[in-house]
């Protein structure tokens, strides 16, 4: 059975009501959107796939239509780590009896740098890790 088709979301982030994995029903939620953080490696099947919070609950978050795996590594697309966000969530019962949310359309993720103002402290990667973090890089290229 093929879920039922939808557009992508039209509207800016701004007129978007944010919501949490908990208040989702299986229904496609126009009008709103949720911020979510990787956290495990992606899988690649018919979409790439991971299990990614919201800072209280965890779900599969399903990516469909993305760049073929010889174009793009998977985990450029979705590496463990990612912060998004997904406009209008849909939310949709997956092959293994849990729920999950499908996005079907690339321009339904927005991709957050973790210093993003809108990433939940928590997440957020500061100034300190960030520099350690590119002196890391930098010495192992000399």
């Known amino acids: 059975m093929f879920p039922r088709a939808y557009t992508p979301c039209s509207s800016p982030l701004c007129e978007l009501t944010k919501v949490m994995i908990k208040d989702l029903l299986e229904t496609h939620h126009s009008g709103t959107y949720l911020l979510l953080r990787s956290i495990t490696p ?37 590496g463990e780590g990612t912060i998004l ?13 849990d729920y999950g949310v499908r996005v079907d359309h690339l321009s339904d993720v927005i991709y957050l740098p973790a210093h993003d103002k809108q990433t939940p402290n928590g997440w957020q990667v500061t100034e300190s890790q960030l520099c350690s973090c590119l002196e890391g890089q930098e010495q192992r290229l000399l």
Request: charged share 30%; proline share 6%.
């Open 85 to 97: 966000i997904v406009k209008e969530p849909y939310l949709k019962l997956i092959v293994d009896g």
């Open 42 to 78: 992606p899988d690649r099947m018919t979409a790439v796939m991971v299990i990614a919070e919201d800072k209280k609950d965890v779900l599969m978050l399903q990516l469909y239509y993305q760049v073929p795996e010889n174009k793009c590594a998977t985990e450029e697309i979705l």
